[in-house]
Every structure is written in C-alpha cells, then in structure tokens.
C-alpha cells in the first residue's frame, strides 16, 4: 500500500488528525481538521501548532502548549496520551475537544515525530452565522441564529414551572462583554459582530448538553441551567469566564481579545421567574463595579 493511499484514507477520517516533526512543525493537515478548526493546510504547514493556532487549554485556562504540551513526551519518550481541553477556532472561539497523542516512528521504529488525533467532545452546534445573511441590518438582527431573547424567556418559563412541579433546582448566569461599546468604537460595528459572534460560541460550546443559551441583546447573554445547584452554577460560570477570556481572533494583523462579567443566581422554591432575573442581574453589575472579568452567584 502506497504513501500517497494511506494519506487519502487518513483524509477522509472524521476526526482531526495532524502530524508534527521533532520539531513539533506540521507536515500533514487531514480534511476534518480543516472541517473542525478553519484552517487550511496551507495556513498550518511548516507552522508549530502553538504558533497562535490550536492553542490548547485545559479546564482551567492553561495553556498546554507552553505547560504540558502532550506532543511533547510522545516525541522525547515515546507515551501515548489521551485528554479533553478547549482549541481555538480560527473564528476566535473554544470549543471542547478529546485529544489523543502517539509518536510517529519511522520503518525502523526511531520516533520521527508524534500524531494528534482530536474530535469534537461535545453534540452542540456551532452559532456562527453564515456571510450571506451579513448585511447593514442592526447587530441584534444578524444574530438571529442565536435563540433570541423570546426564545429563552419561553424556555426560561416552562423550566420555572418544571421546577416547581417535580422540585429540581435551576439557575440562570448573565454574562455581560467588558468594555464592549469601547472596542466597537476602537474597530468598527463588524468587528464588534464578530466579538459578540465569537463569545456566543465559546459560551455555546462550554455549557451543558441540557442548558439553553440566547442572546439577550446588545453583548449580553443569557443561560438558563436546569439541575444545578450554587456550587455547580459557580463552577459553570468560571468555566464560561475562562473560555471567554482565552477566546481571540485575528483582523488586519491584530489580535483581539474581550472578557466578561458573569452573574448568577438559584431559583429560590415557588420565586418568580422575574425575581431570579434581577438577583442574576445584579451580580453580574457587582462584577462590573469590582473590576470585570469575574463571577458572582448570589448566596
């Protein structure tokens, strides 16, 4: 079986997969890792993986490129491994990934270089918006693939009435883009469309399967979290935090990167849908008034 035959069948494989040199440089791209990440092979051949593409952090924003990259030991010491963290999407968000890494050896069995094989570890979909429906309409009406504001307050309503029903807790997290009026005036509005498209898929790709997400207009964002306590409301928060915070994307040379204020609240047995609203709502001003880039879940 030919070289040429082999790449054709590692192409055509549904996971992303590419292979890096000693040097940890990529000689080979696969068709799904175009798919998944937006890149090309061309944009990524003779580069480093860490040189501003993939990027890869953990659960806890570290960046594994530079502290712990896994390429590392498959190349020097021949380990296999296996992990889940977040890539960069050359759109500027994260999205969750199964990673698994295996040294490249030669016909005489040297180690020649490693393979990363990565999928999607999530079934959400993405919330970027397609360029043909781009046109001057207000921000607000080119992010209609995102549940809008009626869509959650529908959702939001009939959790509330669950909620009471069979007594499962629920909460909702505000997440607000600091600063977001002053990096639209630095740029332009398109830029700011893209920011606020760029942070709707991070928050989108980190929540639960069951959580709902829906732009709430202007950079604010609303997620409505059935079964979850304080303690895993927090947890969520900062994770969302995290991932907008480690999102970028790239225009005319310059890299442009947001963070967010995050509130939250549980719903209270039989509180109005209205009152969670407002607690959630006020941390997230707490956060602002305290320096951005936080979480807050009222006690």
Not at 164 to 171: A, E, I, M
Request: proline fraction near 3%; aromatic fraction near 10%; hydrophobic fraction near 35%.
């Amino acid at each position: 079986m030919g070289t040429d035959y082999s790449k054709n069948i590692l192409a055509a494989i549904t996971d992303g997969i590419y292979a890096v040199n000693k040097e940890r440089k990529i000689f080979f791209w696969n068709n799904s890792a175009e798919k998944l990440t937006g890149y090309t092979s061309a944009e990524v051949l003779g580069a480093r993986c860490a040189d501003n593409l993939l990027c890869h952090v953990d659960a806890k924003g570290t960046e594994l490129c530079s502290n712990g990259c896994p390429l590392e030991p498959a190349i020097e010491d021949g380990i296999y491994s296996e992990l889940s963290g977040f890539f960069h999407h050359k759109s500027g968000y994260r999205a969750p990934v199964t990673i698994k890494v295996s040294p490249l050896r030669n016909d005489y069995g040297k180690i020649i270089g490693a393979v990363e094989n990565f999928s999607l570890a999530t079934t959400r979909s993405t919330l970027l918006i397609k360029p043909e429906k781009l046109d001057n309409s207000p921000l607000e009406n080119k992010l209609a693939e995102l549940n809008n504001e009626h869509f959650n307050k529908t959702s939001l309503l009939s959790i509330a009435r669950r909620s009471s029903q069979y007594g499962f807790p629920y909460g909702i997290l505000f997440a607000d883009v600091d600063n977001f009026s002053y990096v639209s005036k630095i740029w332009n509005q398109s830029v700011g469309y893209d920011i606020i498209k760029m942070i709707g898929n991070s928050l989108n790709f980190g929540i639960r399967t069951f959580d709902t997400i829906s732009h709430w207009g202007g950079e604010r964002f609303l997620i409505v979290c059935p079964y979850c306590n304080h303690d895993e409301l927090a947890y969520l928060g900062e994770k969302l935090r995290m991932l907008v915070e480690n999102s970028w994307f790239e225009y005319e040379g310059n890299f442009i990167k947001v963070t967010a204020s995050i509130g939250g609240a549980v719903a209270n047995h039989e509180e109005e849908v209205f009152s969670v609203l407002q607690r959630a709502k006020k941390q997230m001003d707490l956060c602002k008034k305290n320096g951005k880039n936080l979480v807050r879940i009222d006690s």
